[in-house]
């Protein structure tokens, strides 16, 4: 992307670890702000050693979230330190955002309170494991244990077996995400009020929205969501069917599509059958119509009926692997699969674009403390 990105001139503080804080640190600075990443004297980011595999001494999953960011190492305990992370915040951030445990900044005056009222423009982001309130609020969380809780665990896989974890971390980069938006809509009404804010997330309420349709139909009615597999509670057909020699993914959303399905199918009658005919009798008589379509699918393989289902407009797709993906020309053309300005490690860009344009501003990852001449150490008086 050539120009000037849209948060050029903007100074992020993260004092994060782990996931969450690091994912909404990397977003804001590939769309042009600063971002100087505060670690533990000594040990850093826990993520820098959450390897195999390791480029550069550190982890490929540390590179991911931390590549062009500056690195400064400290100890909060130590009161110089602090003083002149403080110092450092209050002279020169736009935003600050933290993912430690609720309040522990406060004791090193960090906390919200004591750096707005040095710096009122400053808007500070908490990114906590289960809110700011309740009986959970002290709770330490990591991504798994918001899946559990949150009954996204009881959602995810087949009908009578043991609940999954989503295998993504879901919810430390969606609360990252959330992280983002709030600030950037913070720093919108900053334009008008001159002011800055608190923003708070945390992962329990980021997996509690990606649960609300689930949540929101059981409250309709009463029933717990089922779980199903590659398919989805509201609308059948809309799941993987195994062909002759590989799996496909198939979804045919509306009536209309599930007519040119069943014709392809060479099934016809099954669209106005009345068990069929509608998408809520799809649902209701969902076991009868999968066995049905399933034996047909079988026998013919994968690449004859995908293009049979693209020819008349079905949505459509194989079941890739992470290695087909990237090698995908669909991957490529989008130019998403990046590599840092050190040529170190490839990484994925953010999915957006401005003008038809992706931010490519992709910088090394930091060694730890690389950056610590950013900060004014004052001794402190005798």
């Not at 779980?227 to 020699?245: E, K, M, N, Y």
């Not at 040529?343 to 957006?352: C, H, T, Y």
């Amino acid at each position: 992307m050539t120009g000037t990105l849209p948060l050029a001139g903007l100074c992020v503080v993260e004092i994060g670890h782990s996931l969450a804080a690091p994912y909404a640190g990397m977003i804001l600075g590939s769309l042009g702000a600063e971002v100087i990443k505060i670690e533990s004297e000594g040990s850093g980011d826990y993520a820098r050693d959450w390897g195999p595999p390791f480029v550069d001494g550190a982890a490929a999953l540390f590179h991911a979230v931390n590549h062009g960011k500056s690195s400064i190492a400290l100890s909060l305990s130590n009161p110089v330190h602090a003083a002149a992370l403080r110092d450092l915040i209050v002279a020169r951030a736009d935003v600050v955002l933290q993912n430690l445990k609720a309040g522990s900044l406060g004791k090193y005056g960090l906390g919200p309170e004591d750096l707005r009222a040095a710096n009122p423009a400053l808007v500070y982001c908490n990114l906590g494991a289960f809110g700011e309130v309740g009986p959970l609020r002290d709770k330490p969380g990591y991504d798994p244990l918001a899946q559990a809780l949150s009954g996204l665990m009881s959602l995810v896989g087949h009908p009578d077996e043991p609940a999954v974890r989503i295998p993504v971390s879901v919810n430390d980069m969606g609360t990252g995400l959330w992280a983002a938006i709030g600030v950037l809509a913070a720093l919108l009404r900053r334009k008008t009020t001159g002011v800055g804010e608190v923003v708070s997330v945390s992962l329990y309420e980021t997996a509690l929205t990606w649960g609300s349709m689930q949540i929101t139909d059981y409250l309709a009615n009463g029933v717990l969501p089922g779980r199903w597999g590659s398919g989805t509670a509201a609308i059948v057909p809309h799941q993987a069917f195994d062909c002759l020699d590989a799996p496909i993914m198939v979804a045919a959303g509306n009536d209309r599509l599930f007519g040119r399905l069943c014709d392809v199918l060479d099934c016809a009658p099954l669209a106005a059958d009345p068990l069929f005919r509608s998408n809520g009798a799809r649902v209701a008589n969902r076991v009868a119509l999968i066995e049905r379509l399933q034996a047909v699918f079988r026998t013919k393989p994968a690449e004859v009926w995908l293009a049979a289902l693209d020819a008349v407009g079905i949505p459509c797709g194989p079941i890739l692997t992470v290695d087909q993906v990237v090698r995908q020309e669909q991957t490529r053309a989008l130019d998403l699969i990046k590599t840092t300005d050190d040529g170190a490690v490839q990484v994925v860009g953010l999915p957006i674009s401005f003008g038809g344009c992706r931010p490519d501003r992709i910088g090394r990852t930091p060694k730890l403390g690389e950056h610590n001449g950013l900060l004014t150490i004052k001794e402190a008086a005798e």
